[in-house]
């Protein structure tokens, strides 16, 4: 674990060295403040809760974590300290899930500093908190689906403009499964598929958490998904460390 | 798993490689080798980079490893740092194989690898904690691994600065530091004098002949005039295969000068 969290820490720190974070963090809060109280119509609903925040939320960060993954291996492969990286005495699992974590703490940072919606509708209302932590704890999820899908793509290729174009399709295919578009499209055509598709949607599953239920197979598919995507990444890292 | 000499035993190591060469005693018990390649090819598609090539490096050799470009000798590096798995063979280090025990056979490793990559954005110091914190060291011990890292290296002066605003000398010391901050037994140095000033490659050789008794070192090079100054063994290879391996005296011997026998060696091949 000392590996890890020593991989993780370095990685996280150079977010902060670089302008990455700061644009990251400022955009995110505009467009999910912005759209919260624009599109997600947050006063004329008259109800003091965060829905349109959470509805928002993966659609943010369809394009937003891209961008975090899309340098995670492409830039060690680029600069070529990813062979200073699986030469140091860790296991290239250390190295992978450490790099995970940097990105997924990043991305529970831009969440948490998103508070002052928190405080906005416990001022104007009186929302069920527990229902807003549980919808936050679905968005953490989201981000970690998105971020194990692109790392994995990212220990694909140097080039990093492709590594986020093949991300943003990628997790788009998870976030839009669930669509009413899509599902009607599938029960319509391929019955079967329709079910398969909804099961693998995130956005249906945020929904869930987002109207405060923690189900354990929302769970279990969250922490299965991310581990599936982190056994490519390894994979893919093993492959193509060295090209 | 097969013997070897205690780490940090100069006597035996120092003694049994005197420069007579004269081992009564034999070489296998006193003197493991620290790194053994054992037919280790690889091919990338049709091409085969490294052909068959077996070596070993005992402590107190400086193996000089040289070669035109494109030869083979990074892909061979590579393979020894873990960092390629080879097609064919294996390596070991202190007698752990690189592909079947990695993190061990790294322990025992300082590796600079080719171009000496380094996180540009980091400090110096602060790029040199974290390999000293992957090494598994904490506290003050790291920090005094780093300071002496380096002291050794001389890169106190630069030691908050970011690597990107360092000029080529500086990154390439910073590369180094980075391999022998662990003070390891085995150093693979792939190119470490490539873009220092005279004064700076004469500081690193001397740097490399001080640690010289007590480590078993292969560097990488293509300045010839090196292998007299820092190696006590020289093999060449050209096409991924060993051409010559013998001391640089010897290999000087053969020909007018070293220049002339490295080309005649590299291009009856080629």
Same mark, same amino acid.
């Given at each position: 674990m000392g590996a890890v969290l020593t991989v993780a820490r370095r990685e996280l720190a150079s977010y902060f060295a670089t302008p990455v974070a700061y644009v990251f963090i400022v955009i995110f809060l505009v467009m999910s403040g912005t759209l919260t109280f624009t599109l997600g119509n947050f006063f004329a609903r008259? *109800? &003091? !809760?965060l829905q349109p925040f959470f509805a928002f939320v993966p659609w943010l960060f369809l394009f937003l974590v891209p961008a975090i993954t899309m340098r995670l291996w492409a830039e060690e492969r680029r600069l070529g300290t990813i062979e200073l990286l699986l030469t140091l005495p860790i296991a290239q699992w250390q190295a992978v899930v450490g790099k995970f974590l940097a990105a997924w703490a990043f991305c529970a940072i831009a969440l948490a500093l998103t508070f002052p919606l928190i405080i906005t509708v416990n001022v104007l209302g009186d929302p069920d908190n527990g229902v807003i932590a549980a919808g936050y704890l679905g968005c953490l999820l989201v981000a970690g689906a998105y971020l194990a899908i692109g790392a994995a793509i990212s220990a694909l290729t140097k080039n990093q403009v492709i590594a986020f174009v093949l991300a943003v399709a990628a997790c788009f295919l998870f976030a839009a499964a669930g669509s009413p578009i899509v599902t009607e499209f599938l029960s319509r055509n391929l019955p079967w598929m329709a079910e398969a598709a909804r099961g693998l949607s995130v956005t249906d599953r945020l929904a869930a958490f987002s109207r405060g239920v923690i189900a354990f197979r929302d769970i279990l598919f969250f922490t299965s998904f991310i581990g599936v995507w982190l056994f490519a990444n390894a994979i893919a890292v093993d492959l193509r460390k060295a090209d | 798993m097969r013997p070897f000499p205690p780490r940090r035993n100069p006597s035996a190591a120092g003694a049994s490689r005197s420069p007579a060469g004269f081992q009564p005693w034999g070489d296998v018990t006193v003197d493991a080798p620290y790194i053994e390649i054992d037919r280790l090819t690889k091919r990338f598609g049709a091409f085969? &980079?490294? =052909? =068959?090539i077996s070596f070993t490096v005992h402590p107190g050799e400086v193996l000089g490893f040289l070669g +035109?470009?494109? &030869?083979g000798k990074s892909t061979t590096m590579k393979m020894l740092a873990g960092f390629v798995t080879p097609t064919i063979g294996t390596a070991r280090i202190m007698g752990d !194989?690189? *592909?079947?025990?990695p993190v061990q056979a790294r322990r025992h490793l300082g590796y600079l690898p080719e171009g000496a +990559?380094?996180?540009? $954005?980091?400090?110096v110091t602060g790029f040199l904690l974290f390999t000293a914190r992957a090494r598994g060291y904490r506290g003050t011990e790291a920090g005094d691994r780093v300071h002496d890292a380096m002291r050794m290296t001389q890169l106190e002066e630069v030691r908050l600065q970011p690597i990107e605003t360092l000029s080529k000398g500086f990154k390439r010391r910073v590369g180094l530091a980075q391999a022998l901050l662990h003070d390891p037994p085995v150093l693979v140095l792939d $190119? +470490?004098? !490539?873009?220092? =000033?005279p004064n700076q490659k004469h500081e690193v050789r001397n740097l490399i002949a001080r640690m010289a008794p007590e480590k078993a070192i292969l560097i990488s090079t293509h300045i010839l005039e090196e292998v007299g100054a820092v190696c006590t063994r020289a093999i060449v290879i050209a096409r991924g295969r060993i051409v010559a391996d013998a001391t640089p005296a010897a290999l000087a011997a053969r020909g007018p000068d070293l220049d002339a026998v490295f080309r005649e060696l590299t291009q009856e091949t080629a």
């Open positions: 008259g *109800t &003091a !809760d | 085969t &980079a490294v =052909d =068959d +035109p470009n494109g &030869a !194989d690189v *592909t079947e025990r +990559p380094t996180y540009p $954005e980091m400090t $190119e +470490p004098t !490539d873009g220092l =000033d």
